[in-house]
């Protein structure tokens, strides 16, 4: 008896020690410890991931590195959680819609004090406001991408389009689109405007030099006779069955996915998804062309931005905020960019030959030429507005009873945008 | 033992030390029971009474507390329209439950009998049960678009019949708000009947053959024999059964939040959908606790009246 109450009591203590040690934040070492989380990186960029790692504790000796990745749709749930169970990590990779939800919550370091002038002159001026609120920025870019239009040639010559020449401008789009169903009887197009995205017809909007709001950011203006132009070019698309259900539904992920199947004749997306189009179907890719994204009034293009931001309920904010200056730099970038489509965001590495002369796949370095000119007219379009939730909320709503035809889109937007007044009036913005 | 008793030392009874070490024993499950389960559970009922946030980080740098707010949130859900949207679809789902139990029960008495290769089916029923509820649902997702499979399949055997021309059908299985439940209800079903098959087919084994023997040499059909032999010894299973299908079903969440993420136009909204929702993308964790509180009490309600329903059965019936 008194053995099985040994064994028992022997159990609980080392359990006790193992739970008790879940949260320690320094190294037994007596080093600072920095936990850091990426998106989607592993298994495809261990090497690249391990390898800045080592050189960052070779140059620090007093700091230990720990990086975890994590898939982007459970980000936000994992991240509250360790926010909250006081084990934040202190490096963190976020897009710019997850950054402002928590700089909203003023759960962010804001970086224009954390990080110095010198320092942040080196990002792109367009680009280094990568989640700002309030005048201020809440994150450091990191990579970046500009879309492009790309094209199913096969379905181009199918509809009897001139294949080599891709799409120049949205009723470009509009016109291809309508032939390729026409002729074919798969679709031309698919717009990301689901009402889960509702943030990209505000992006779209802007492109368009459509005003959403008013200066002093009190009162919305996507009520204009112009927006409501828009969207109701939007409307009548999925009216006439020009572009599909799935427009409502599946968004973005939807819409690569038809393209894959060869079901889908144009893709407005960024470069870094031709690699999931070559592993996935490679006969589609290596039918598609790539034309640039058609600018609208405004000759902008949205910049999609990943950047990384440092909680304030990390422990080591200073030594974060170093950290992910390191993981951002020209060099670190550049090699980062150079194993992917993607684009940096500091003015060094965006000035790299390599972007124009590419790495000899033609569409994928064409994709690059394309989205690097393009870059200097990209910009990170979010609003950065107070109770995004509830704002968000109104606008779905406009955007399901257009598409749905439950009321008139002039209708449904006037709504949302009363809706809008009321709560900017509300919250101290 | 009773050696050792007479030495003098205090003396334990068999009984007790018997169920003290079987407590020990039980000991670290319900430690971990106390920490991941009932602590959880009692938290969340406390947290259904207060605003709270996350995340939500004060100037200081510390976390903000919970504010309690009272009946608030409860105040907040009977109001909101999103909530009643929910709970009817989350009704709706309850549809499945007879549909699975039917089913479920008709291929285990397949595989019950002496068919040739039921190995191979009952394995094969039984693999959707271990798939993951995402690469089920991303495979039924292909399957229901406009342009997949099912709509495909539908066009090349349908223009067999009069009036249907070739190419003609596109259903719009996850996009129309009046069809995407029921679609997400059958990929449930899919999954779902290897499990209950199992269930009942344990159920079904544990059934006296000497019953339906008796029955058969009486003169009874086939069909006389499963309803009035089979089906009522059979009541144990189908009350846990239906119990347990009707708390999924309550409580459905992965095939939602791959499929259709609650729409079209709120179409496959339900309770557990609109909960994670309310908890993890506006940060809510207090109204989210108190919807998970209402959903809670509809749970019971459910099960109380499955187990009132079923509350006859088995031999006891005889």
């Known amino acids: ?114 990080v110095p002038a010198k320092d942040r002159e080196k990002y792109l001026d367009n680009l280094w406001n990568a989640a700002s609120f309030e005048g201020s920025n809440y994150a450091i870019p990191w990579y970046v991408t500009t879309q492009v239009v790309m094209y199913n ?22 016109k291809d689109a309508v032939i390729i169903k026409q002729k074919t009887g798969v679709y031309g197009f698919m717009p990301a405007i689901d009402p889960a995205n509702f943030g990209k017809l505000l992006d779209d909007w802007q492109c368009q030099g459509i005003p959403v709001l008013s200066k002093d950011r009190k ?159 990209a910009r990170n379009l979010s609003l950065g507005l107070k109770n995004w939730v509830d704002l968000g909320k109104a606008l779905k709503d406009a955007i399901e009873n257009s598409m749905y035809q439950r009321k008139t889109v002039q209708a449904a937007l006037d709504e949302a945008a009363e809706k809008w007044d009321e709560i900017l009036a509300s919250g101290d913005q | 033992m009773r050696e050792k008793a007479s030495s003098g030392k205090p003396k334990m009874n068999q009984k007790t030390k018997h169920a003290l070490i079987a407590y020990l024993f039980l000991l670290p499950a319900i430690v971990i029971l106390i920490v991941f389960t009932y602590y959880p559970i009692i938290y969340g009922v406390v947290l259904g009474f207060y605003d709270y946030n996350m995340i939500k980080t004060l100037d200081n740098g510390n976390l903000a507390p919970p504010v309690f707010v009272g009946i608030k949130n409860f105040l907040k859900i009977f109001k909101d329209p999103y909530f009643y949207q929910a709970l009817k679809n989350s009704f709706l789902y309850l549809i499945v439950v007879p549909f699975i139990q039917l089913l479920s029960i008709l291929m285990a008495m397949a595989m019950n009998s002496n068919i040739r290769g039921k190995t191979f089916f009952r394995t094969a029923y039984y693999i959707p049960v271990i798939t993951s509820i995402v690469v089920v649902g991303i495979v039924w997702q292909w399957i229901f678009a406009t342009d997949g ?85 059979l009541k144990p299973s189908i009350a846990l059964c239906s119990i347990i299908s009707c708390i999924s079903a309550l409580k459905v969440f992965g095939e939602i939040y791959v499929m259709t993420q609650g729409g079209p136009e709120h179409g496959t909204l339900t309770m557990v959908y609109y909960i994670f929702g309310k908890a993890f993308n506006e940060f809510n964790m207090g109204y989210a606790s108190a919807l998970a509180l209402v959903l809670a009490v509809f749970v019971g309600a459910i099960s109380y009246i499955n187990i009132r329903f079923f509350r006859e059965g088995g031999l006891k019936y005889y």
């Open chain 2, 149 to 233: 499979a099912m709509n495909f399949i539908l066009n090349k055997f349908l223009h067999i019949i009069p009036f249907v021309h070739a190419g003609s059908i596109s259903m719009h299985w996850l996009t129309d708000k009046n069809i995407a439940l029921f679609s997400v209800m059958f990929v449930t079903l899919w999954q779902g009947l290897g499990y209950y098959m199992v269930l009942y087919l344990a159920g079904l084994q544990s059934i006296n053959q000497e019953f339906e023997e008796a029955a058969r040499i009486d003169g009874a059909s086939r069909f006389q024999v499963f309803i009035s032999i089979t089906l009522p010894l």
């Open chain 1, 153 to 174: 040639s096969n379905l181009f010559s199918a509809a009897g389009l001139d294949a080599d020449k891709g799409p120049k401008s949205w009723d470009d789009i509009e």
């Open chain 1, 1 to 114: 008896m008194e053995k099985v109450l040994k064994l028992f009591i022997a159990l609980l203590i080392s359990t006790a020690f193992i739970l008790s040690g879940c949260g320690q934040s320094s190294a037994p070492s007596g080093k600072i410890k920095l936990e850091f989380w990426t998106i989607s990186l592993k298994p495809e960029h261990t090497d690249y991931i391990e390898s800045l790692m080592a050189k960052y504790q070779k140059e620090n000796p007093d700091i230990e590195l720990e990086w975890i990745d994590i898939p982007i749709n459970v980000m936000m749930q994992k991240l509250m959680a360790s926010i909250a169970g006081g084990v934040s990590p202190d490096v963190v990779n976020l897009n710019p819609e997850y950054a402002l939800l928590l700089a909203q919550n003023n759960a962010l370091v804001n970086m224009d004090e954390a």
């Open chain 1, 219 to 377: 009162q919305a203006l996507f009520n204009s006779p112009a927006a409501a132009a828009r969207l109701q070019w939007y409307v009548d698309l999925y009216k006439n069955d020009i572009i599909p259900r799935e427009t409502m539904t599946s968004g973005y992920q939807g819409a690569v996915e038809m393209y894959q199947r060869g079901n889908l004749g144009m893709l407005v997306s960024g470069p870094q998804f031709l690699l999931k189009i070559k592993l996935n179907a490679p006969d589609v890719y290596n039918a598609t062309r790539v034309a640039p994204y058609p600018r609208g009034k405004a000759g902008i293009v949205p910049a999609a931005i990943m950047n990384f931001a440092v909680p304030r309920a990390s422990r080591h904010k200073e030594e974060a905020v170093k950290l992910a200056l390191f993981l951002t730099n020209d060099e670190n970038q550049l090699q980062f960019c150079k194993r992917l489509p993607l684009l940096p965001s500091t003015k060094k590495a965006a000035a790299d030959p390599f972007f124009i002369e590419g790495k000899g796949d033609p569409v994928q370095d064409e994709a690059i030429r394309i989205s690097i000119m393009q870059l200097k007219h």
